[in-house]
Structures are given as structure tokens and as C-alpha cells.
């Protein structure tokens, strides 16, 4: 199931150096928390917008377009991809 906010002691997406509508995709052992970097009139120069926290539990599965990997740190590792789409695993 998806949640609206980032689970607790999330941040967004550390890079800022990224094309505009790109996706910044957090994982660790218990979430999945997906990120978009947008445009908007509060921010035109872009900024990272939540898009939804997946549970691990729930098994998504992650369909990502040029996605580019980041060395995992102490909790989980960053991808970046020009596209998403995710699917749960129902049973």
C-alpha cells in the first residue's frame, strides 16, 4: 500500500544536479519512497516533490526508464531514472 508522507527520518533525494521530472527513488529493508523533481510556481527552478512511500512488505516491483545507481550508504541506496511505474505484488 502507498503512503503521502515519507516514512519518519526520510529526506529527499540528496542530488540537485538533475534534469527536471526526474525520479528519485530512496530503498531500504522496510520502504520504498519515490520522489520527483518538478517544477512548480512556489519553486521554478525545480524542486523534490513526494510522489508515494511503497512498503517492502507489499513486494513492488519497479519499472524504471535510464535509471542510475548510487553506492548503497548505512540506510538503503538512491536510484535515479527518467521514468517510473510500480506494480504490488496482490495475492
Not at 1 to 19: L, N, V, W, Y
Not at 24 to 42: E, F, K, L, S
Not at 67 to 81: E, F, L, R
Request: glycine fraction near 4%; charged fraction near 25%.
Amino acid at each position: 500500500m502507498a503512503a503521502e508522507s515519507p516514512p519518519s527520518g526520510s529526506a529527499s533525494p540528496p542530488r540537485t544536479d538533475i534534469q527536471h521530472e526526474t525520479f528519485g527513488i530512496h530503498v531500504t529493508d522496510d520502504y520504498v519512497t519515490v520522489w520527483q523533481y518538478r517544477i512548480t510556481m512556489a519553486a521554478p527552478e525545480g524542486e523534490w516533490q513526494l510522489v508515494e512511500t511503497l512498503d517492502q512488505d507489499n513486494a513492488p516491483r519497479l519499472s524504471l526508464d535510464y535509471a542510475t545507481v548510487q553506492a548503497p550508504d548505512d540506510d538503503g541506496y538512491w536510484i535515479y531514472s527518467k521514468s517510473y511505474d510500480c506494480a504490488m505484488d496482490c495475492e
